[in-house]
């Protein structure tokens, strides 16, 4: 928070600090550092994946949806954006996509984990 008073304009303190009011459970707080990262930076994954992550949290599915989709068009084989917007689905109601988003995860994990066995298992 500290940086964000010396560089209103660096994007890497607003998501950081998003991270740190979420996981002391200041969804408010978080959702307002996220957001300012936003708009700094449309692009970056990093504060829609926040956001949708607090908006999860709040219990606002529908906007979560939104931003947790938003994340993945902009890092789509990122593993926890998928199983985040799979329990947006669930809380939704939407067996049919959460199961989806789950699938997902376990074809990114086993990718990740046949890459992994591959490399470990060349010799030098």
Known sequence: KREIEL?????DSYWLAGDIELEQGNLDRAEDFYGKGIRLKPEAFQAHYGLGRALL????????GTELRRALELKPDDV???YALARAYQQMGDKE????????CAQINARRQSVSSGVAGKQP
Request: no cysteine; aromatic share 12%.
């Open 7 to 11: 560089n209103p304009n660096f994007y």
């Open 57 to 64: 949290a709040k219990k606002q599915l529908a906007a979560a």
């Open 97 to 104: 996509l959460a199961q989806r988003e789950f699938a997902v």
């Open 80 to 82: 926890e954006a998928h």
